[in-house]
């Protein structure tokens, strides 16, 4: 353990030297002995003693008092005075420079020591709580919530920064003033005052929590704080205090409030989102009561609004021009709605709006008002698109209480309406033939699942013949589909690819197409004849849509070993146009990777030939309604001849369809089409792995 070093400060060299002697002899450290105040303060500067014995009569300038009270105050190193003087006027100089002892000569050797210990260890301690001190004003000037100390009768004590800054008040201007003379409290949800010796009010056990408070700041304005009271204690339980910590909550009000908001809201139109119709909804089939009338909502509805040629602006101009159109659209239908009905985005270009205490008549009229409002011609840059929707109401006094099932509802009547044309209403009616039909569809999409995880889809193949000498020698097979049940029977496409399109499982049927194709292909190579047919695959809008699909194909081609020359992939005009942008990017795609592509029942769009000059496709497929007339309908023949006409001289390939005489075959050879397909040539065939 480290002697403590002690300084002493006495010009009588006998006394000094006796002294040194003596502290020697109890174990300390002594590092000198000085004559003068002057050089007292210079060695414990330099030094810095733990302890110094100071005479007060010295020679030189400067004596004991002077030079203990420059020492205490600059070094904070404790002296204890060693005199022969006891009289009143020095007693009292002595005490301004807090001393920590006051000896007089002569004095005893075992006063000499207790004092000195008693000293070292009350410095010690002291020291301590300096340092303790220290910190806790640090962290009491860093912390980030403001801290209010006030007595026992609820005087302002201290301020740290923070508290400063929240507040408006300077601790200096509001020290030991009433709080309730300073500061004032107001109920955030009410906004009646709180005095506050409420706010006070509490046993010293836990801490209160203060929250929902406003206060107001020395500028006049109102804050919201969220924090805390709590009791300070001595020893004994009595209570010294109170200490509040608080922060303001002002930024957290906003985060929550924008949270709140975003979690029921639609971002970029400001309707409500889907899940908070869902919940509007539901509280509206579970028949909540008015507020104001206290009576069950009568005649319920919903209003389903879909927009139609959203999907081409899209692709067209680009998503920016789309949510332009629906922030535009959205805005006209809130404003047509009123006020007290919910309109919300449940969809990328679906609206539903849901009402009471409206009649069939007043309903229809409403629906009848958004397709007004809706109808447009929307322009961007250089160019203008029609914009209109179709609308489906469907009642909720029903039995039917799932909101899911009531969004189906208004959903299958919207797209009926949709399919007659667009731009009408369409009431969801149970018994209609056409509403069970749709349900009808609705039951496949467990059939499908099934099929899909059992692997019940079967491939076919169909022959594209070449109609001239000279056309390419490979082989050419479209691929076909169909579902195997459990009787054995077959399940032609025309009854489960329009519920699979509505219900999107599409995508995973082509996927499961490409590889059963991908793998027949590697087999038939591996087999005796070594050679493929090329394979025309069929893609749907779903899967043109699905940015992972090339690489889905590329992954599929490299693990089966097979030549991205020996497939051609089909889409429909429709859904090119649907998916106009991606559709083709991934022609780019797939071609780059020696993939083929055929443009399927060419000339069913009322925009063909604007399109087709932009689609880099190597097959045009001349739609067969066309192909099976040319014989009798001379506009058929023209049409035929004019697709296939401007094909070739687009360096395409043409195919025509529903070949089903040798009459037809002989026509589409002498106008110049280079392969034909049908039943004249072949029926479908299954594909054997």
Known sequence: MAKERILIVEDEKIIALDLKRRLLDFGFEVIGIIPTGEDALTVAEKEVPDLILMDIMLKGEMDGIEAAKQIRHSLDIPVIFLTSYSDQDTLER???????????????????????????YKHGIERKLHEQEQWMSAILKGIGDGIIAIDTENRIY???????ILTGYKEHDVRGKPIQQVFQFFDELSDSSIPPHILLESDNTFPTLLDNLLLKTAHGGRIPIEGSMAHISKRNGTTLGKVIAFRDVSNLRRLTDSLDYQSTHDLLTGLDNRGEIIQQLQSLLSEKTDLES???????????????????????????AGDELLRQVAIDIRTSVPKEFPVG???????????????????LNLGTTLLTEVQRVFPWQKSSFPIFASVGIASLDTTVRDPYTAL??????????KEEGGNRCRFYESGNILFQKRRGEMQWITRLSRAIDQDKFVLFTHEVVPLQNGANSIPKKEILIRIQQEDGSLVA??????????????????RLVIRKVAEASHTLMCGD?????????????????DEKLFDYITATFLEYKVSPTLFCFEITETAAIQNFSRATTLIKQLREFGCTFALDDFGNGFTSFSYLKNLPVDYLKIDGSYVQNILENPIDLALVMAVNDIGHVMGMKTIAEF????????????????????????????LLL
């Open 94 to 120: 002595a005490k301004q420079a807090e001393p920590f002892g006051y000896i007089l000569k002569p004095f005893k050797e075992r006063e000499l020591l207790t004092t000195i210990e008693i000293v070292l």
């Open 294 to 320: 206290s009576k069950p909502k009568k005649n319920r509805w919903l209003i389903y609004l879909n927009l139609d040629n959203f999907r081409i602006v899209n692709n067209v101009c680009g998503h920016h």
């Open 659 to 686: 070949v089903e005489s040798e009459e037809i075959r002989q026509k589409l050879q002498e106008i110049g089409v280079d392969y034909g397909q049908g039943y004249l040539f072949s029926q479908p065939l299954p």
């Open 345 to 363: 985005r449940i969809g990328s270009d679906e609206f539903c709006i849901l009402t009471w205490n409206q009649s069939q008549a007043d309903v």
């Open 529 to 545: 004849a070594h050679k493929s047919p090329m394979f025309f695959i069929n893609i749907s809008a779903a899967s043109i849509a």
């Open 493 to 510: 496409p025309s009854e489960f690819i329009p519920a699979a399109e509505r219900y999107h499982l599409m995508p995973a049927i082509d």
């Open 158 to 164: 201290f301020m740290n920064p923070i508290a400063e």
């Open 408 to 417: 189906a509802m208004g959903e299958e009547a919207c797209r009926l309406a």
